[in-house]
């Protein structure tokens, strides 16, 4: 069966360090990869998206960036890191387009100091 | 693009009552829907989803929700709620041949003794 893993589960950073947060999936191949993002007491924003190795379509204009340097790894990135940069963070994967679900991990929850 | 309407916010229901979460989508074709659920500090899980077929879909924990096209609805109801269906629920939808799911913003479910 399919499993996704994010880490770490939490995460406290001062103001203007770097981030890397990592997200992997196991027993599925080629799939669809998303980071969201969810500040307090609100929906499910889009950060970003990858449909394969080394594409990623961002969503929102901001300091942060993905990679994908594997299949099934995908990083969110940040050189520098703001207060509104606090929210919790979620990665999630599907396969094929659109009638596919897409499963999510369970988060990390990120404070900025 | 698509996008879904939840209209309330916060829920708060007594134990063993029934249970109707309102979810209102705009697309211009048939869409693809999805129900999730989200205890607090954790991830998003799938609770059901409608593809095509039969308009009343069943899912995980007792929930079922029904497809009306002339409304572009897709309520989700339970007929009795146990105290730990307390949690936050998210309708989404994509278009076909879409990677992108749009959420609503969500409903806060509370369960009274």
């Known amino acids: 069966s399919q499993t996704i893993h994010q880490w770490p589960a939490t995460l406290v950073q001062p103001v203007g360090s770097p981030l890397s947060l990592e997200c992997t999936v196991e027993?599925?191949?080629?799939?669809?990869l998303y980071w969201y993002r969810q500040a307090a007491g609100r929906g499910l924003q889009l950060l970003f998206y990858?449909?394969?190795?080394?594409?990623i379509s961002s969503e929102v204009p901001q300091n942060l960036s993905a990679s994908r340097p594997q299949d099934r790894q995908f990083i969110l990135s940040s050189k520098k890191l703001l207060l509104s940069d606090s929210g919790f963070y979620l990665c999630?994967?599907?396969?094929?387009?659109?009638?596919?679900?897409?499963?999510f991990g369970d988060g990390t929850r990120l404070s900025i100091l | 693009a698509q996008s879904v309407t939840q209209p309330d916010i916060h829920i708060t229901v007594s134990e063993g009552a029934s249970l109707e979460l309102r979810c209102n989508y705009s697309?211009?074709?048939?869409?693809?829907l999805f129900w999730y659920v989200q205890s607090p500090g954790q991830g998003l899980q799938l609770l059901l989803k409608?593809?095509?077929?039969?308009?009343l879909v069943q899912g995980i924990k007792g929930f079922e929700a029904e497809f009306k096209r002339s409304q572009s609805s897709f309520n989700l109801r339970k007929p009795s709620v146990h105290w730990s269906d307390a949690a936050e629920y998210f309708c989404?939808?994509?278009?076909?041949?879409?990677?992108?799911?749009?959420f609503g913003a969500g409903t806060t479910v509370t369960v009274r003794a």
């Open positions: 027993g599925t191949s080629n799939p669809n």
């Open positions: 999630a994967w599907s396969i094929g387009v659109s009638n596919q679900p897409q499963h």
């Open positions: 989404a939808v994509v278009g076909s041949n879409d990677y992108k799911l749009s």
């Open positions: 990858s449909v394969g190795i080394g594409q």
């Open positions: 697309y211009g074709a048939t869409p693809y």
């Open positions: 409608y593809f095509s077929g039969d308009t």
